[in-house]
């Protein structure tokens, strides 16, 4: 019998070696890329692995909580994206995801009091579990604004999980009941996390350069 390699399916395809070539330089240039985005930070917080960990932590304990129960995630785009997909995948309950979209930096580094949401209609919580997801709790304005807003929709119940919290005193108490890590007051990208919307796929955490941000600005 012909080996499937010599079948007309395969033939026309390029050996192994040619597919390396043709990998090779974007991966190259992929590694580069990464390794420029990394530059410009000042130290990495953490690293993917320790994120990870992190999660596995986290989603043991709110599927340990929520056992027995059905959860609605509310996710903050665009910042909690990367941590949704990893943290999500992590918790084996019955689930449903909603989105909303705010904005509170509009392009700078210092948050604004006014909290722009992007979308007309707010999920819909009434007689829901609901766990909001951020990426960092900063002033308090986000994560206040939207709790506020869906209780008033009638939610069972409504928990907030972010994955870093900066030691700071803030004008809103929040307090949230999940927490991936505590950091100090600076600002950071990766894993989401951007600086005029660059850096969200830095596969880690970390304290962007002062002197970048003042020229970018
Ligand atoms: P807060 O309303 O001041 O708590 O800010 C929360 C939002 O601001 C987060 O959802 C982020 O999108 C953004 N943010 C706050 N701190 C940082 C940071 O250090 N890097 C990137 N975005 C941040
Ligand atoms: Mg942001």
Not at 101 to 114: F, K, L, N, Q, R
Not at 159 to 185: H, N, S
Request: glycine share 6%; aromatic share 6%; charged share 30%.
């Amino acid at each position: 019998m012909q080996p499937p390699w010599e079948s007309g399916r395969f033939r026309n395809r390029p050996s192994l070696t040619e597919a390396r070539r043709d990998i090779f330089p974007s991966l190259t240039k992929m590694i580069a890329d990464i390794r420029a985005m990394q530059a410009d930070l000042d130290r990495i917080l953490f690293d993917e692995a320790t994120i990870h960990r992190r999660l596995d932590e986290l989603a043991a304990r709110i599927s340990h909580d929520y056992r027995g129960r059905e959860l609605t995630v509310v996710a903050i785009l665009n910042g909690s994206i990367i941590l949704v997909a990893d943290l999500l995948r992590r918790i084996p309950l019955p689930l449903k995801l909603d989105c909303v979209s705010v904005a509170s930096y509009h392009g700078g580094v210092t948050p604004s009091d006014e909290l722009i949401f992007r979308q007309v209609s707010l999920p819909d919580v009434a007689g829901r579990h609901v766990l909001i997801l951020d990426d960092v709790l900063d002033s308090g304005a986000t994560l206040a604004s939207i709790r506020e807003k869906l209780e008033t929709a009638g939610p069972l119940n409504v928990r907030t999980c972010v994955l870093l919290v900066k030691k700071k005193a803030r004008a809103r108490v929040v307090d949230p009941d999940y927490v991936g890590f505590e950091i100090a007051d600076e600002f950071v990208v990766g894993y989401g996390l951007d600086y005029l919307e660059r850096y969200r796929n830095l596969p880690c955490i970390g304290v962007l350069r002062k002197d970048l941000i003042a020229r970018m600005a």
